[in-house]
């Protein structure tokens, strides 16, 4: 058991002495954490649905209507003249007034910028048309025979009868999630498939070609030693990995993990299935070039598919059922359910299962391509 | 320049007589641009569609109200929307606790009592924690339906009352002539309504604008033209960058010591090796578009434009690590620093996710890449226009690249 963790301790030793290191284990995945954090987070100058209304009414109308817009999570700016920038702006024209007065139908123009959050604007658009039916519904209870200039003194005013109200299943969360607390998870994940696929990978290719391994079969540590040791170490670089990227998360970011046990077996489970694959793809690659390709495809492929970049709920259902060939899918799946519904080990035992049958066949595959010489 | 003729030629077949990295590195981008391309398709009318919504709907009044509120889930556009299940409170807040649906609507006990009395009610949203968007969609769908009732409940309150009061009495006990006044008073209701909803009296219609040089998404617009730019330029600065840190290999294994013994001079070694860099990224980049076209249907626009500018990529990325090269002490360092330049470059440029989602903050970063000016190139080709900028940028700079690494590498392989 010394041998074994001598082997890995001094594989992970090797690994932070690397000048890349420092880039790949936090300043990159930083980088990724701020860029798809933010974005799920909304820009922060969009993030409450800011719609500008250029209002070039000539009447009552036009400041009526801005009036029903009002509503909780969409910032108005009321322009006379159209601004030179803007998010989203509803143009309310000179005749609006006149033709509400004459009950005749009209089209408000919405200019989005195409630079702006489609999020933000979908909630805009959703507010406009409440805005309109909220007119319409008064202008039916007012009549379509009576005299409109009378309608704002005897006007009924539209009220909220129906409000919407929302909440967390009970028993899970009680605070609202942040875009970070989606996105850590994901960038942990991908992060540990990059990280010990290609570190590993090279590695284990590196050690054959220059007769490492060989050399430590001249010492006294068996064969079943050096791969136990060499598993160890790339079990070691993912842990590392993720408990960087969680200190992070935690630190800048007040990730939120669930039940701490739990999300950190699901790291080491998963961490199992990506060693054992990087020790098979380091024996039967011989070229880096090679190695980084295979491993950047295929731990780009896992996390498209594991819902690591975006929430696997806006996929196409056959995507979702192709994603589950790949591991990120089921550490993924642990990671929703113990952060979000807080769920025990009863709930992810048979995800830890398939992790483990990932480590089975990538160990089977591994152990057949191990060599220790070209 | 017959020495530099040969030496091209000689780097080229090198490549190609083991050409499984460059093939690799070739699938890459057509494979993502496959898998984001399929999962975000847009539909016929250009717009990305979301997966069928799955909502719990859980009715605790009963009423005629809630009866309606239920049938709005079965307009056409609605159901396409969402995939409903009426489910129980208990057996509804199980399977949100399982993640099973988006969100649960629960429609209150008395809804309808309420509405018919003009006392504020509520709908509840119960959201799935684990969704980022869907449920949001659903919440957004739930304002409108609150708005919708709350319109009809005060447009129509005095025949609500009376339907109210109407079903709790026995049929027998309503004559025609108590009903009359009502139905009377409804049916100016209704012409009213007509009038301000045939045609609807207030429409929206939205476009969509652009800054100055900018141009929307065009109709017919396909998706895996959008994507494939990006995550070329990126597979396209691995490869170049593989076939530049060659310099550092023959480096280290004293093959252009040897070769300095020959009468070729470090000024010949060095344009060759910066030109079969070019030509390299050109032959795979090329060859990828067109592999991009055949799978993908890519209509790049303007094919010699087109090329010009992937040229002018190619020179670029190739003059860039040359001039890197020069500046690594050996192929260790040449490994663990182009790499993560080359996805720093990716992150910012545009390559990782488009460049309008990238947070404001930090887009001017961009500038800086030749992810973001090949990606701008790309799609002002296919709108119809010439790229000048793309062209005057990446030109300038990768000449002033190329006459540093000229002169820094002429420095690095004489010592």
Same mark, same amino acid.
């Given at each position: 058991?010394?041998?074994?963790?001598?082997?890995?301790?001094?594989?992970?030793?090797?690994?932070?002495?690397?000048?890349?290191?420092?880039?790949?284990?936090?300043?990159?995945?930083?980088?990724?954490?701020?860029?798809?954090?933010?974005?799920?987070?909304?820009?922060?100058?969009?993030?409450?649905?800011?719609?500008?209304?250029?209002?070039?009414?000539?009447?009552?109308?036009?400041?009526?209507?801005?009036?029903?817009?009002?509503?909780?999570?969409?910032?108005?700016?009321?322009?006379?003249?159209?601004?030179?920038?803007?998010?989203?702006?509803?143009?309310?024209?000179?005749?609006?007034?006149?033709?509400?007065?004459?009950?005749?139908?009209?089209?408000?123009?919405?200019?989005?910028?195409?630079?702006?959050?489609?999020?933000?604007?979908?909630?805009?658009?959703?507010?406009?048309?409440?805005?309109?039916?909220?007119?319409?519904?008064?202008?039916?209870?007012?009549?379509?025979?009576?005299? #409109?200039?009378?309608?704002?003194?005897?006007?009924?005013?539209?009220?909220?009868?129906?409000?919407?109200?929302?909440?967390?299943?009970?028993?899970?969360?009680?605070?609202?999630?942040?875009?970070?607390?989606?996105?850590?998870?994901?960038?942990?994940?991908?992060?540990?498939?990059?990280?010990?696929?290609?570190?590993?990978?090279?590695?284990? #290719?590196?050690?054959?070609?220059?007769?490492?391994?060989?050399?430590?079969?001249?010492?006294?540590?068996?064969?079943?030693?050096?791969?136990?040791?060499?598993?160890?170490?790339?079990?070691?670089?993912?842990?590392?990995?993720?408990?960087?990227?969680?200190?992070?998360?935690?630190?800048?970011?007040?990730?939120?993990?669930?039940?701490?046990?739990?999300?950190?077996?699901?790291?080491?489970?998963?961490?199992?299935?990506?060693?054992?694959?990087?020790?098979?793809?380091?024996?039967?690659?011989?070229?880096?070039?090679?190695?980084?390709?295979?491993?950047?495809?295929?731990?780009?492929?896992?996390?498209?598919?594991?819902?690591?970049?975006?929430?696997?709920?806006?996929?196409?259902?056959?995507?979702?059922?192709?994603?589950?060939?790949?591991?990120?899918?089921?550490?993924?799946?642990?990671?929703?359910?113990?952060?979000?519904?807080?769920?025990?080990?009863?709930?992810?035992?048979?995800?830890?299962?398939?992790?483990?049958?990932?480590?089975?066949?990538?160990?089977?595959?591994?152990?057949?391509?191990?060599?220790?010489?070209? | 320049?017959?020495?530099?003729?040969?030496?091209?030629?000689?780097?080229?077949?090198?490549?190609?007589?083991?050409?499984?990295?460059?093939?690799?590195?070739?699938?890459?981008?057509?494979?993502?641009?496959?898998?984001?391309?399929?999962?975000?398709?847009?539909?016929?009318?250009?717009?990305?569609?979301?997966?069928?919504?799955?909502?719990?709907?859980?009715?605790?009044?009963?009423?005629?109200?809630?009866?309606?509120?239920?049938?709005?889930?079965?307009?056409?556009?609605?159901?396409?929307?969402?995939?409903?299940?009426?489910?129980?409170?208990?057996?509804?807040?199980?399977?949100?606790?399982?993640?099973?649906?988006?969100?649960?609507?629960?429609?209150?006990?008395?809804?309808?009592?309420?509405?018919?009395?003009?006392?504020?009610?509520?709908?509840?949203?119960?959201?799935?924690?684990?969704?980022?968007?869907?449920?949001?969609?659903?919440?957004?769908?739930?304002?409108?339906?609150?708005?919708?009732?709350?319109?009809?409940?005060?447009?129509?309150?005095?025949?609500?009352?009376?339907?109210?009061?109407?079903?709790?009495?026995?049929?027998?006990?309503?004559?025609?002539?108590?009903?009359?006044?009502?139905?009377?008073?409804?049916?100016?209701?209704?012409?009213?309504?007509? %009038?301000?909803? %045939?045609?609807?009296?207030?429409?929206?219609?939205?476009?969509?604008?652009?800054?100055?040089?900018?141009?929307?998404?065009?109709?017919?617009?396909?998706?895996?033209?959008?994507?494939?730019?990006?995550?070329?330029?990126?597979?396209?600065?691995?490869?170049?960058?593989?076939?530049?840190?060659?310099?550092?290999?023959?480096?280290?294994?004293?093959?252009?010591?040897?070769?300095?013994?020959?009468?070729?001079?470090?000024?010949?070694?060095?344009?060759?090796?910066?030109?079969?860099?070019?030509?390299?990224?050109?032959?795979?980049?090329?060859?990828?578009?067109?592999?991009?076209?055949?799978?993908?249907?890519?209509?790049?626009?303007?094919?010699?434009?087109?090329?010009?500018?992937?040229?002018?990529?190619?020179?670029?990325?190739?003059?860039?690590?040359?001039?890197?090269?020069?500046?690594?002490?050996?192929?260790?360092?040449?490994?663990?620093?182009?790499?993560?330049?080359?996805?720093?470059?990716?992150?910012?440029?545009? %390559?990782?996710?488009?460049?309008?989602?990238?947070?404001?903050?930090?887009?001017?970063?961009?500038?800086?890449?030749?992810?973001?000016?090949?990606?701008?190139?790309?799609?002002?080709?296919?709108?119809?226009?010439?790229?000048?900028?793309?062209?005057?940028?990446?030109?300038?700079?990768?000449?002033?690249?190329?006459?540093?690494?000229?002169?820094?590498?002429?420095?690095?392989?004489?010592?």
């Amino acid at each position: 058991m010394k041998k074994i963790w001598h082997i890995g301790f001094l594989d992970l030793k090797l690994t932070v002495k690397d000048k890349a290191f420092f880039f790949w284990m936090l300043a990159f995945p930083m980088v990724f954490i701020l860029i798809f954090g933010n974005l799920f987070q909304g820009s922060k100058t969009d993030t409450k649905a800011s719609l500008t209304v250029l209002n070039q009414d000539q009447g009552k109308w036009g400041a009526y209507f801005i009036d029903k817009l009002k509503a909780p999570g969409i910032e108005l700016t009321v322009e006379a003249s159209e601004p030179k920038e803007y998010f989203r702006m509803l143009v309310i024209p000179p005749d609006f007034s006149t033709k509400i007065e004459k009950r005749a139908a009209q089209t408000l123009e919405l200019k989005k910028n195409s630079d702006a959050n489609m999020q933000a604007g979908a909630v805009a658009e959703i507010k406009i048309t409440q805005a309109m039916a909220k007119l319409i519904a008064e202008l039916v209870l007012y009549g379509n025979q009576r005299d #409109m200039q009378a309608f704002f003194e005897t006007r009924s005013p539209y009220r909220d009868l129906v409000l919407v109200k929302t909440r967390l299943p009970e028993g899970t969360i009680t605070k609202v999630p942040s875009g970070f607390d989606h996105v850590i998870p994901g960038i942990l994940v991908q992060f540990v498939m990059m990280m010990v696929l290609v570190y590993g990978g090279i590695s284990v #290719m590196e050690d054959r070609k220059r007769r490492v391994l060989a050399r430590i079969l001249y010492s006294s540590a068996s064969f079943a030693e050096l791969f136990a040791g060499k598993f160890l170490g790339r079990v070691l670089m993912g842990l590392l990995q993720s408990a960087i990227l969680i200190a992070a998360g935690k630190l800048f970011f007040h990730l939120n993990l669930g039940n701490v046990w739990l999300t950190g077996l699901n790291i080491l489970v998963f961490t199992l299935a990506m060693a054992a694959l990087s020790i098979f793809v380091g024996s039967v690659l011989r070229k880096e070039e090679l190695i980084v390709g295979v491993s950047v495809l295929t731990a780009n492929m896992f996390a498209a598919l594991g819902g690591c970049w975006w929430p696997i709920e806006i996929v196409p259902p056959a995507f979702r059922t192709l994603g589950m060939v790949s591991p990120a899918y089921w550490a993924m799946d642990v990671f929703h359910q113990v952060i979000f519904f807080g769920k025990g080990f009863d709930a992810v035992w048979p995800n830890f299962l398939v992790l483990l049958g990932f480590t089975a066949v990538f160990m089977a595959l591994a152990l057949r391509f191990f060599k220790v010489e070209e | 320049m017959r020495r530099t003729s040969l030496i091209i030629r000689n780097d080229i077949r090198r490549r190609l007589k083991a050409p499984m990295a460059t093939i690799l590195f070739m699938i890459i981008p057509l494979a993502m641009t496959a898998v984001i391309g399929m999962i975000f398709d847009p539909g016929a009318g250009g717009e990305t569609t979301l997966p069928p919504i799955k909502l719990l709907l859980v009715d605790q009044d009963k009423g005629l109200a809630a009866k309606f509120l239920i049938g709005a889930f079965d307009q056409k556009e609605v159901k396409d929307m969402f995939q409903v299940t009426l489910v129980d409170a208990a057996t509804g807040e199980k399977l949100m606790k399982k993640g099973k649906a988006s969100a649960m609507l629960v429609i209150p006990a008395h809804f309808s009592d309420d509405l018919a009395d003009q006392k504020p009610t509520a709908l509840e949203v119960v959201k799935n924690p684990s969704e980022e968007f869907l449920p949001g969609v659903a919440e957004e769908f739930a304002g409108t339906m609150a708005v919708g009732f709350s319109a009809i409940a005060q447009v129509f309150a005095d025949e609500l009352k009376v339907i109210q009061s109407a079903s709790k009495l026995e049929l027998k006990d309503i004559t025609i002539a108590q009903m009359t006044p009502f139905l009377e008073m409804a049916r100016v209701k209704i012409i009213a309504l007509q %009038s301000y909803l %045939s045609p609807l009296l207030l429409q929206m219609k939205a476009s969509t604008t652009v800054k100055p040089g900018q141009t929307a998404q065009p109709k017919g617009f396909n998706i895996f033209s959008y994507i494939m730019p990006g995550m070329l330029i990126m597979f396209l600065l691995f490869i170049v960058e593989a076939f530049m840190r060659e310099i550092q290999n023959e480096r280290a294994d004293g093959k252009i010591r040897r070769m300095m013994f020959s009468p070729l001079s470090t000024r010949e070694l060095i344009t060759a090796r910066l030109f079969s860099g070019w030509l390299m990224g050109v032959l795979v980049c090329s060859l990828a578009m067109a592999v991009g076209s055949l799978l993908f249907g890519i209509d790049w626009g303007n094919l010699p434009l087109v090329f010009l500018l992937v040229v002018i990529s190619c020179f670029w990325c190739a003059a860039f690590f040359g001039m890197l090269n020069a500046f690594f002490k050996n192929k260790n360092q040449a490994g663990a620093f182009a790499s993560p330049i080359i996805l720093v470059f990716a992150a910012f440029g545009g %390559s990782m996710l488009p460049l309008e989602q990238i947070p404001q903050g930090m887009r001017w970063l961009a500038r800086f890449t030749v992810n973001n000016w090949f990606i701008t190139g790309c799609r002002t080709i296919v709108d119809g226009g010439v790229p000048y900028l793309s062209f005057i940028v990446l030109s300038v700079s990768g000449l002033v690249f190329a006459g540093v690494a000229m002169v820094a590498l002429q420095r690095r392989l004489s010592t």
